[in-house]
């Protein structure tokens, strides 16, 4: 999430001290906070002769050969040894993928409180969306719909977020009228007053 300006005064001090810099990060998630995306210009540097040879995310040997070989091409291999650890699991065609996924998110989610679905294109993430909030709402975790609030996603596309009473969400843009970050969580609550409904997040009062 570092921006131009600070990358090249940390890589100056490092190069004047003959110190090492070691960037971690994720290109394709968070944008930087400051001007432009430093991360993502070295990324795309070093991408064309980098070769993964170690994986420090994980603390499963076979986990990190897998993520190896993957990186290196070879999907099929990476995905046979998820297979013959229980990792994967075949459906056939996309509504009964994610009725199962749903499925298995209610299972996990019983055993482990902070699973978190996650899919590739934004129509699978909405539909997700959907089944969830339904299935919170059937279990009383969630009120009801408040309020649809224009985002933009990931293609930078607009897109209507419907939100409800104990929703959770994660910002991905700073808006500092507001005081809110890039990458801050927040949960919506609803609160009633002669002015009508306001929307909380991060504990502070937005005004809608």
């Given at each position: 999430?570092?921006?131009?300006?600070?990358?090249?005064?940390?890589?100056?001090?490092?190069?004047?001290?003959?110190?090492?810099?070691?960037?971690?990060?994720?290109?394709?998630?968070?944008?930087?906070?400051?001007?432009?995306?430093?991360?993502?210009?070295?990324?795309?540097?070093?991408?064309?002769?980098?070769?993964?040879?170690?994986?420090?995310?994980?603390?499963?040997?076979?986990?990190?050969?897998?993520?190896?070989?993957?990186?290196?091409?070879?999907?099929?291999?990476?995905m046979r040894a998820d297979a013959m650890h229980d990792r994967l699991e075949l459906v056939s065609?996309?509504?009964?993928?994610?009725?199962?996924?749903?499925?298995?998110?209610?299972?996990?989610?019983?055993?482990?409180?902070?699973?978190?679905?996650?899919?590739?294109?934004?129509?699978?993430?909405?539909?997700?969306?959907?089944?969830?909030?339904?299935?919170?709402?059937?279990?009383?975790?969630?009120?009801?719909?408040?309020?649809?609030?224009?985002?933009?996603?990931?293609?930078?596309?607009?897109?209507?977020v419907a939100l409800a009473v104990g929703d959770r969400l994660r910002f991905g843009e700073t808006?500092?009228?507001?005081?809110?970050?890039?990458?801050?969580?927040?949960?919506?609550?609803?609160?009633?007053?002669?002015?009508?409904?306001?929307?909380?997040?991060?504990?502070?009062?937005?005004?809608?």
């Amino acid at each position: 999430m570092v921006g131009t300006r600070n990358m090249e005064a940390v890589l100056t001090a490092a190069r004047d001290a003959g110190a090492k810099v070691v960037l971690v990060g994720d290109r394709r998630q968070l944008a930087s906070v400051a001007g432009a995306r430093a991360l993502k210009a070295v990324a795309d540097m070093v991408a064309r002769s980098a070769v993964m040879t170690e994986v420090r995310c994980q603390e499963v040997d076979w986990q990190k050969t897998a993520i190896i070989v993957m990186a290196r091409g070879d999907s099929e291999a990476g995905m046979r040894a998820d297979a013959m650890h229980d990792r994967l699991e075949l459906v056939s065609g996309t509504e009964a993928a994610q009725e199962r996924t749903i499925e298995a998110w209610r299972e996990l989610r019983q055993a482990y409180s902070e699973d978190v679905l996650g899919t590739r294109r934004n129509a699978d993430a909405a539909d997700l969306n959907r089944e969830a909030q339904a299935l919170l709402k059937q279990e009383a975790r969630l009120g009801p719909d408040i309020v649809a609030l224009p985002a933009i996603d990931r293609a930078d596309k607009r897109a209507d977020v419907a939100l409800a009473v104990g929703d959770r969400l994660r910002f991905g843009e700073t808006l500092p009228q507001h005081s809110i970050r890039n990458g801050n969580r927040a949960s919506h609550h609803c609160e009633r007053s002669r002015k009508g409904p306001h929307r909380v997040r991060s504990r502070r009062r937005v005004p809608p």
